[in-house]
């Protein structure tokens, strides 16, 4: 099993930039995929950005291409997201997850983003 814990969130105004830090321990060699998701109030959980584990891929759900960028550090079992240009409609409960199988199996506690305009 893999332990995530996420930190970084807050409380910004509309433009600004966050960074988004996700800490893993435990089986982090069963690791091949990092994903961030998001949930905003009232809405389903959404897929926001991954990244694998050896490859560096990266994918993002439309509406943050071009501002949030996806990142990791191997030697730190570390992955991150960056977040620039923030919205409003990006305020939202962060996790990231971790995916040693078929699905996201592992979840962090989440870490708030408010986004004031």
């Known amino acids: 099993q893999v332990q995530l814990v996420e930190s970084g969130g807050g409380l910004v105004q509309a433009g600004d930039s966050l960074r988004l830090s996700c800490a893993a321990s435990?089986?982090?060699?069963?690791?091949?995929?990092y994903g961030w998701f998001r949930q905003a109030p009232r809405k389903e959980r959404e897929f926001v950005a991954s990244?694998?584990?050896?490859?560096?891929?990266?994918y993002y759900t439309d509406s943050v291409k071009g501002r949030f960028t996806i990142s990791r550090n191997n030697a730190k079992n570390t992955m991150y997201l960056q977040m620039n240009n923030l919205r409003p409609e990006d305020t939202a409960v962060y996790f990231c997850a971790a995916r040693t199988g078929a699905t996201y199996n592992d979840w962090g506690q989440g870490t708030q983003v408010t986004v004031s305009s």
């Open positions: 990244i694998s584990w050896s490859g560096g891929n990266a």
């Open positions: 435990g089986r982090t060699s069963n690791i091949y995929v």
